[in-house]
């Protein structure tokens, strides 16, 4: 929901006045709780020029005049609804995620073969596929067929893009 376009909206004092009354300004190294609606992952939710955005994200910019294009708004206190932006930094994607599983905020951990969401082959099922599939005269839509599974799901399992971690 982080705004991603490269120009920022232009807001009116008033509308900025507006943003931070929805803040509870407290002491510069405490955190500034969002005080209206927040999303289902608990983040502060505002509107911005016909978009919903979090509220932090706009703490920032409005603080720092940064535009996050591209980039994430991160907190160093982990509070969701906070804005005060000497919490907030911003980093990529990947930086966003690794933050959030060194700090053991992960809701769902990383699960690989037959632990993982919605598999449907197993470990022993996979080391076949890739063994028909190396011998020759097998399509992945054949393979598909006889497993029960899209021709596609054949494809990365072969290149091994999906079950990287076995031989």
Not at 162 to 167: D, E, R, Y
């Amino acid at each position: 929901m982080a705004a991603v376009n490269s120009t920022p909206p232009v807001l009116t004092a008033k509308q900025i006045a507006l943003f931070w009354a929805k803040v509870n300004r407290r002491g510069p190294d405490e955190c500034w709780p969002w005080t209206r609606s927040i999303n289902k992952t608990g983040y502060g939710s505002s509107g911005l020029r016909q978009r919903r955005c979090h509220s932090h994200v706009i703490a920032r910019w409005l603080a720092t005049g940064e535009w996050p294009a591209g980039f994430c708004t991160l907190h160093s206190c982990d509070n969701p609804r906070c804005c005060n932006p000497a919490h907030l930094w911003l980093g990529t994607h990947a930086e966003n995620s690794a933050d959030m599983v060194t700090k053991g905020r992960s809701h769902k951990p990383f699960r690989v073969g037959e632990a993982g969401h919605n598999v449907k082959l197993t470990e022993v099922e996979v080391l076949e596929i890739r063994r028909l599939h190396a011998a020759g005269g097998v399509t992945y839509v054949d393979l598909g067929n006889r497993y029960g599974v899209h021709s596609v799901t054949i494809r990365l399992i072969v290149k091994r893009i999906n079950w990287s971690h076995l031989p």
